[in-house]
């Protein structure tokens, strides 16, 4: 098939969260197993090649583009997106691109979004490249199926496009002001927008988006059905429900050739499920780097996360310094955000000086080592789309505590000690009794070794490869072109 997928982020040249790595490793995938996979991102300034070949795509060059009453020109670099044959595009617009950050508050904030997904379209038209399945990826691509429909109707290059949009995190929904109508471009079709919001002054790209897709998916089976409630919808559950029959759940696949604890090189002692000994060393050789006592027997909690309100910390408020004041576990936590779950940790830390460690930052290699040498993983989202983190813990034999919500609902099977079964720790209600009554269940769990070990190696079974999800995709398309 011939699949275009158009997002805001790709790793590793352009990453805040988990929508990088999806998209990554999902067109490496559906590459491997025989499709035309053409992958766009904007060329922002922050992109780091490294020595990585970069070509113009000569036909591609300075296109002017109209948004508005703002002429832009945009053109088209290509680079090898690594661990594959795939070669990424780069849309190349200097006046909206080459700035500090991905994402800003700027005036011209939709412009960015506009000209990329516009500067799709336009690329696979000079290309002469008729896409079966245009793949979009949250609100920053959200335009991209209605703009098929109205401003590039016409093409019968785009006969027979059908569009998939994937929703990652609903809460970020590209609002935008009803006074940017005219720098859509859209003329007479400004009428396929959503009246209500016209008339509230307000336009949404995720929302245009979910109006207009032949398909809708999102990142876990839990999630799917969760985003079409008041809860979890963020504003979009009444236009979820009615177009429920469209939408499914897929669960994120894992990249285990950069997540597998027998040949990770940023482990100093590699291990598997049938020798998990050397998973005790890693812990060692942790803490012994972060200067922190190794006492034999004392479980290891681990946090790798974003440190923000959805990620649901303040649920471990009480529970971590008993748990710690009573000497029952030692603490590594590594993540950045939110000043009041940051300050926790640092107040930990000090607390409790050789039992926390906080380090206020962002390592991929930290976070595989701590990955490895944790015996628990904290992860207790009040909302989670999907969750990689909680996959990762359970392949290199971590445990996690996690909440039943989205992807951690899908993944993450509750331990039940007397049958032997289950994968991890899972709480219903996202407050503060239930990640204690969590803790303690992990805490006590770890007593039995045995059982843990029995524990480990289930969670090391689970397999959520790309290799099986990327399958359930290629279907999805299938289904999408018939």
Same mark, same amino acid.
């Given at each position: 098939?011939?699949?275009?997928? $158009?997002?805001?982020?790709?790793?590793?040249?352009?990453?805040?969260?988990?929508?990088?790595?999806?998209?990554? !490793?999902?067109?490496?995938?559906?590459?491997? %197993?025989?499709?035309?996979?053409?992958?766009?991102?904007?060329?922002?300034?922050?992109?780091?090649?490294?020595e990585a070949p970069l070509h113009a795509v000569e036909f591609l060059q300075r296109i002017p583009l109209d948004i508005g009453r703002q002429r832009y020109h945009f053109s088209v670099a290509?680079?090898?997106?690594?661990?594959?044959?795939? /070669?990424?595009?780069?849309?190349?617009?200097? !006046?909206?691109?080459? %700035?500090s950050s991905l994402y800003g508050n700027d005036p011209d904030e939709h412009h960015r979004f506009i000209l990329f997904s516009r500067a799709v379209l336009e690329s696979c038209q000079r290309m002469g490249w008729a896409p079966e399945v245009v793949h979009a990826n949250d609100w920053h691509t959200g335009l991209l199926p209605l703009y098929l429909r109205s401003l590039y109707g016409w093409d019968r290059l785009f006969a027979d496009t059908k569009t998939?949009?994937?929703?990652?995190?609903?809460?970020y929904q590209g609002i935008f002001p009803g006074s940017i109508l005219p720098d859509l471009g859209l003329g007479d079709h400004a009428r396929l927008l959503h009246q209500e919001d016209l008339a509230a002054d307000q336009i949404g790209f995720l929302k245009t988006g979910i109006l207009y897709a032949d398909g809708l998916s999102t990142v876990s089976r839990t999630h799917a059905r969760e985003i079409q409630t008041e809860r979890y919808g963020f504003g979009l559950d009444r236009l979820l429900r009615a177009r429920s029959d469209r939408l499914v759940g897929i669960?994120?696949?894992?990249?285990? @050739?950069? /997540?597998?604890? $027998? @040949?990770?090189?940023?482990?100093?002692?590699?291990?598997? +499920?049938?020798?998990?000994?050397?998973?005790e060393s890693n812990k060692q050789h942790l803490?012994?780097?972060?200067?922190?006592?190794?006492?034999?027997?004392?479980?290891?909690?681990?946090?790798?996360? %974003?440190?923000?309100?959805?990620?649901?910390?303040?649920?471990?408020?009480? +529970?971590?310094?008993?748990?710690? +004041?009573?000497?029952?576990? #030692?603490l590594i936590a590594l993540g950045t955000g939110e000043r009041s779950v940051e300050r926790f940790f640092q107040g930990l830390q000090q607390r409790f000086p050789g039992q926390v460690c906080f380090i206020r930052a962002?390592?991929?290699?930290l976070a595989h080592l701590i990955e490895a040498a944790a015996d628990i993983f904290l992860m207790p989202s009040r909302y989670e789309p999907c969750g990689l983190n909680q996959m990762y813990s359970l392949?290199? @034999?971590t445990p996690p505590i996690v909440r039943r919500t989205g992807g951690l609902a899908d993944t993450v099977e509750p331990w039940d000690g007397s049958r032997r079964e289950g994968t991890g720790f899972v709480f219903e209600h996202a407050d503060v009794q239930g990640f204690r009554w969590a803790?303690? #269940? $992990?805490?006590? +769990?770890?007593?039995?070794? $045995?059982? /843990?070990?029995r524990l480990q190696q289930n969670g090391m079974a689970q397999d959520f490869s790309w290799q099986r999800q990327g399958a359930l995709y290629e279907e999805l398309y299938r289904r999408l072109a018939s």
């Amino acid at each position: 098939m011939k699949i275009c997928l $158009a997002a805001s982020e790709v790793a590793p040249f352009a990453k805040t969260g988990g929508l990088a790595d999806v998209v990554a !490793a999902l067109s490496r995938d559906l590459s491997r %197993r025989g499709h035309d996979v053409r992958t766009f991102l904007p060329f922002y300034s922050r992109i780091d090649l490294g020595e990585a070949p970069l070509h113009a795509v000569e036909f591609l060059q300075r296109i002017p583009l109209d948004i508005g009453r703002q002429r832009y020109h945009f053109s088209v670099a290509t680079t090898p997106l690594p661990d594959s044959s795939l /070669w990424v595009y780069l849309i190349d617009c200097p !006046a909206l691109f080459h %700035r500090s950050s991905l994402y800003g508050n700027d005036p011209d904030e939709h412009h960015r979004f506009i000209l990329f997904s516009r500067a799709v379209l336009e690329s696979c038209q000079r290309m002469g490249w008729a896409p079966e399945v245009v793949h979009a990826n949250d609100w920053h691509t959200g335009l991209l199926p209605l703009y098929l429909r109205s401003l590039y109707g016409w093409d019968r290059l785009f006969a027979d496009t059908k569009t998939l949009l994937t929703i990652h995190n609903i809460a970020y929904q590209g609002i935008f002001p009803g006074s940017i109508l005219p720098d859509l471009g859209l003329g007479d079709h400004a009428r396929l927008l959503h009246q209500e919001d016209l008339a509230a002054d307000q336009i949404g790209f995720l929302k245009t988006g979910i109006l207009y897709a032949d398909g809708l998916s999102t990142v876990s089976r839990t999630h799917a059905r969760e985003i079409q409630t008041e809860r979890y919808g963020f504003g979009l559950d009444r236009l979820l429900r009615a177009r429920s029959d469209r939408l499914v759940g897929i669960v994120n696949g894992v990249d285990y @050739g950069d /997540w597998d604890p $027998a @040949g990770d090189p940023h482990l100093p002692h590699p291990y598997g +499920a049938d020798d998990l000994d050397p998973k005790e060393s890693n812990k060692q050789h942790l803490l012994e780097q972060l200067a922190m006592p190794y006492r034999q027997g004392l479980p290891l909690l681990g946090v790798v996360s %974003r440190l923000t309100h959805q990620k649901g910390f303040d649920l471990t408020f009480e +529970a971590l310094p008993e748990c710690l +004041a009573a000497g029952r576990a #030692q603490l590594i936590a590594l993540g950045t955000g939110e000043r009041s779950v940051e300050r926790f940790f640092q107040g930990l830390q000090q607390r409790f000086p050789g039992q926390v460690c906080f380090i206020r930052a962002y390592s991929n290699e930290l976070a595989h080592l701590i990955e490895a040498a944790a015996d628990i993983f904290l992860m207790p989202s009040r909302y989670e789309p999907c969750g990689l983190n909680q996959m990762y813990s359970l392949k290199y @034999g971590t445990p996690p505590i996690v909440r039943r919500t989205g992807g951690l609902a899908d993944t993450v099977e509750p331990w039940d000690g007397s049958r032997r079964e289950g994968t991890g720790f899972v709480f219903e209600h996202a407050d503060v009794q239930g990640f204690r009554w969590a803790l303690n #269940q $992990a805490l006590e +769990a770890y007593g039995d070794r $045995a059982g /843990w070990r029995r524990l480990q190696q289930n969670g090391m079974a689970q397999d959520f490869s790309w290799q099986r999800q990327g399958a359930l995709y290629e279907e999805l398309y299938r289904r999408l072109a018939s």
